[in-house]
T-cell receptor
């Protein structure tokens, strides 16, 4: 079993839909959680990060962490065709000084106009 | 542009050749990371530096791979005697060591070994 599991998709939605992207993890040492967006043949771009359980909102994006269930989510409201990309969750244990990120495989999102 | 830069962006080489990649981090970041990403997978951690010290190396980093950051600024990643399995995107990232730890990634170097 991989430390971080993420459904690779693709996930296809119409423009304006609410998108839910999820990751589960097995390592209870993970304390720092991030979501990256990666367009084809580009480097990952940081979207959101959080250290605690609960919700964190930034514009159309909401990150949710449930440490008791070892489950994290990213919600995208009013999705746009420009949101079409691969979304990667990443996490790190505190004892590494947050240095070693473990990524999920990424979920490919396709938003159709 | 004040982001992470990598050079070259693409490299095609023949099996058995040596290749070297360069990464220039964001100037005020003293941590620098190398990751490898293959098609359909997330990035996998290879190694990281804090200033010029290499603090951690993944078991993925075979002895054909070596990374340096001699003056605590740019870094190089060298792969000796390349194999077809080395074909991947090599990503560099940088971060601070206090306050916020977010890692900012460069555009990557895509390596193809023929």
């Amino acid at each position: 079993q991989k430390e971080v599991e993420q459904d690779p998709g693709p996930l296809s939605v119409p423009e304006g839909a609410i998108v839910s992207l999820n990751c589960t993890y097995s390592n209870s040492a993970f304390q720092y959680f991030m979501w990256y967006r990666q367009y084809s043949r580009k480097g990952p771009e940081l979207l959101m990060y959080t250290y605690s359980s609960g919700n964190k909102e930034d514009g159309r994006f909401t990150a949710q962490v449930d440490k008791s269930s070892k489950y994290i989510s990213l919600f995208i409201r009013d999705s746009q065709p420009s949101d079409s990309a691969t979304y990667l969750c990443a996490m790190s244990p505190m004892n590494s000084g947050y240095s070693t990120l473990t990524f999920g495989k990424g979920t490919m999102l396709l938003v159709s106009p | 542009d004040t982001g992470v830069s990598q050079d070259p962006r693409h490299k095609i080489t023949k099996r058995g050749q040596n290749v070297t990649f360069r990464c220039d981090p964001i100037s005020e970041h003293n941590r620098l990371y190398w990751y490898r990403q293959t098609l359909g997978q997330g990035p996998e951690f290879l190694t990281y530096f804090q200033n010029e010290a290499q603090l951690e190396k993944s078991r993925l980093l075979s002895d054909r791979f070596s990374a340096e950051r001699p003056k605590g600024s740019f870094s190089t990643l060298e792969i000796q005697r390349t194999e077809q399995g080395d074909s991947a995107m090599y990503l560099c990232a940088s971060s601070k060591t206090s306050g916020s730890y977010e890692q900012f990634f460069g555009p990557g170097t895509r390596l193809t070994v023929l």
